[in-house]
């Protein structure tokens, strides 16, 4: 039978501009959480992180704010450029336990 | 420049053999990942280790899969006999899990059983 792959959402954005991805969690156990950007070919990268007692961190050119009443995640990549085109994944995990991956986001960068 | 470092890179054997995959964590870290990922499944935990002893090895097959750490230097991710359904690009990753910390992922195993 035909096999199907992960349909990973896609965001396409125009370099300069700003992006935002977004990821939603569902342990409300976790307490803390990282972004990681994955090249073709490589390993996951680690991006940034936040912890539980924060609502908002930012990083060069990137920005993650945690909204922890409705379990939501992003990453806002200021000025976007061609080398942030990859995948992006966050993951969660709560103290002592095991690092949690979603699904990933496609980020694409048009010129 | 520390990193965490996989070998090999790239394996192609045929179904029923034997397939050994190595991973030299970061010095000094004390916990490993063991990752699994597909087109199908994306990023699958198979197992982890906190100073060499296995914490969760829930994601793993049992009857083929068996993830070790004989030194602190070395985990090893071990398919016998491996199926075509485990191609796939293996991650080791390792941390320190002092109140939580990143885990540095290694380049990766791409296994294709054929």
């Known amino acids: 039978g035909e096999s199907v792959g992960l349909h990973l959402p896609t965001l396409s954005v125009q370099e300069g501009d700003n992006s935002i991805i977004n990821c939603a969690y569902s342990n409300s156990a976790s307490d803390y959480f990282i972004w990681y950007k994955q090249e073709s070919g490589k390993g996951p990268q680690f991006i940034i992180d936040i912890r539980s007692n924060m609502d908002k961190r930012q990083g060069q050119r990137v920005t993650v704010l945690l909204n922890k009443t409705v379990k939501h995640l992003s990453l806002q990549i200021a000025a976007t450029q061609p080398g942030d085109s990859a995948v992006y994944f966050c993951?969660?995990?709560?103290?002592?336990?095991?690092?949690?991956f979603g699904t990933g986001t496609r980020l694409q960068v048009t010129l | 420049d520390a990193r965490v470092t996989q070998t090999p890179r790239h394996k192609v054997t045929e179904m029923g053999q034997e397939v050994t995959m190595r991973c030299q964590p970061i010095?000094?870290?004390?916990?490993v990942f063991w990752y699994r990922q597909t087109m199908m499944q994306g990023l699958e935990l198979l197992a982890y280790f906190r100073n060499r002893a296995p914490l969760d090895d829930s994601g793993m097959p049992k009857d083929r899969f068996s993830a070790e750490m004989p030194d602190a230097t070395l985990a090893t991710l071990k398919i016998q006999p491996s199926e075509p359904r485990d191609s796939a690009v293996y991650f080791c990753?390792?941390?320190?899990?002092?109140?939580?910390?990143?885990?540095?992922f290694g380049q990766g195993t791409r296994l294709t059983v054929v």
């Open positions: 010095l000094g870290h004390n916990t």
């Open positions: 990753a390792s941390g320190l899990v002092s109140g939580n910390t990143e885990a540095f």
């Open positions: 993951a969660e995990s709560s103290t002592a336990s095991k690092l949690t």
